[in-house]
């Protein structure tokens, strides 16, 4: 490996995580997971699984011992007047989607509560396939959106349809719910969007890993003059993504089994340092599968696509900056890779020509309106940004890097945790970026600014060299 170089390891997973600490809440016995995130998400997705009755304590060496509950959570008596189990999801969409559909697969009342911005945040289509499956969904302000009541005794299973439009985490919450159903349960995409396949593949992963079997099936024929298509089983690792109406997941009756289980680490919040990485100077990670099924994991075509070399070296994900000194723009399709948006963002400041970002809507709806914020950003940063219906278009400055802002220089976090960490890049440019909130880095990488700060310094050290 050629030097110089900054290494850092990469936290675990946070999506691994709340699917593994859910599994393991949800198992026939009792279940070590290690190398759990810890973060305010995760924090948020243990406290809503304990207070349903799931037992989760420290062991020594920071790995956790769950006591699962096979029948489901637990939730307020089904009667008139009883008081509901309260699920409070703060800010964690992750942990809403999830929780709400585990919720649902249990048996009594939970209500499910937040803060004011989750409460704009829309679960109407996972509320949908949740009444098919047997379960009662009350909204407690706005049709459509938290906070809301589930009232149920279990799912009966059967059929539902279910359209990713908003988020492919409703089908991840109802396949980390569908063992517990009484019957089999088989789970079709609707609406009309193709979406991305990579975070539920980490969900059947998971699956997998604690024992539950399921089928993923495409469909072979269409269904004519009465008579129903036909669905094949395929391998889900071979799927790249789901498109409405071709594609069932069937799930059978059974219990997670209880495991060890240590989670890997995490491709988005590595996507930091490699981004600094093709800037220079080089940055290694550890910590992470190069082959893991985390969509993105896709950072490194990206870096490949906008010229810069990305290896694995010695168990390590090695990112540096091309050859010939200079990044390049690129039209890029990030569908499959929402979360690195803010982070190409700010990379394509440093590069020369445009950059175009599509297929990434939904990133409005975020902890924050992530399109908006990343153009307001690169503004502060000396760049421009054209907003698109479906994503963004950054222009370096036309300087190249002397046409960077100078000195000190207030960037917006949103209260947005990628939006913080993605903002930091810009002081590879010698820009003292000044947040107004560091502490959203908690929600999903607490450590963020303190495992920084070596590339930060490398980075003024390779400037003052130059």
């Avoid at 809440?25 to 995760?42: E, H, T």
């Avoid at 991840?172 to 609406?191: F, M, Q, R, Y």
């Avoid at 669905?231 to 997941?249: C, D, K």
């Avoid at 490699?274 to 100077?281: E, K, M, S, V, W």
Wanted: glycine share 12%; with cysteine.
């Amino acid at each position: 490996m050629n030097a110089p170089f900054v290494t850092v390891t990469a936290p675990p997973s946070k999506s691994l995580s709340h699917r593994a600490l859910i599994a393991a809440g949800l198992a026939n016995g009792v279940s070590v997971v290690r190398n759990v995130l810890r973060s305010v998400d995760l924090a948020i997705t243990r406290g809503c699984l304990e207070a349903g009755g799931v037992e989760i304590t420290e062991l020594d060496g920071g790995g956790l011992r769950v006591t699962g509950r096979p029948g489901g959570l637990t939730g307020g008596e089904l009667r008139d007047g009883a008081a509901p189990v309260l699920l409070e999801v703060h800010e964690s969409g992750t942990t809403c989607r999830l929780i709400t559909a585990v919720a649902a697969a249990g048996h009594g009342v939970f209500e499910v509560r937040g803060a004011p911005r989750m409460h704009e945040r829309p679960i109407g289509s996972l509320a949908q396939a949740l009444h098919s499956l047997g379960a009662e969904v009350q909204w407690l302000e706005k049709e459509g959106y938290p906070p809301l009541r589930v009232l149920t005794a279990g799912l009966t299973g059967g059929l539902a349809s279910v359209s990713l439009e908003e988020s492919s985490q409703y089908l991840s919450g109802l396949l980390l719910a569908a063992p517990l159903a009484h019957k089999p349960t088989v789970l079709e995409i609707g609406g009309s969007k193709v979406v991305s396949w990579p975070y539920v593949s980490l969900t059947l992963q998971v699956m997998e890993d604690f024992g539950v079997q399921f089928h993923v099936m495409k469909l072979a024929e269409k269904g004519v003059r009465g008579r129903e298509p036909k669905f094949l089983p395929v391998p889900w690792r071979e799927i790249e993504e789901a498109r409405p109406g071709e594609l069932r997941l069937a799930v059978q009756p059974a219990s997670y089994w209880p495991r060890e289980y240590s989670v890997e680490g995490d491709w988005s919040s590595a996507s930091y340092f490699l981004a600094a990485g093709a800037i220079g100077p080089a940055v290694a990670v550890a910590g992470l599968r190069p082959d893991s099924a985390q969509g993105d994991r896709a950072m490194c075509d990206i870096l490949a696509a906008m010229g810069a070399p990305v290896s694995v070296e010695d168990g390590l994900i090695v990112s540096r900056p091309p050859a010939q000194g200079t990044l390049h723009g690129a039209e890029l399709d990030m569908g499959r890779c929402p979360d690195l948006v803010p982070t190409v963002a700010a990379l394509a400041a440093f590069a020369q020509g445009e950059t175009v970002i599509r297929n990434v809507a939904h990133l409005r709806i975020k902890e924050s309106d992530r399109l908006a914020a990343a153009a307001a950003n690169l503004e502060r940063a000396g760049a421009s940004a054209e907003l698109l219906e479906d994503g963004i278009r950054i222009i370096p400055p036309k300087e190249g890097r002397a046409g960077f802002a100078s000195g000190a220089v207030d960037f917006g976090s949103y209260g947005d945790h990628r939006m913080a960490m993605s903002a930091s890049i810009y002081g590879l440019a010698g820009i003292d970026v000044r947040l107004d909130d560091t502490s959203c880095v908690s929600k999903s990488f607490p450590d963020f600014f303190t495992r920084w700060a070596p590339v930060l310094a490398a980075a003024g050290s390779r400037r003052a060299g130059a």
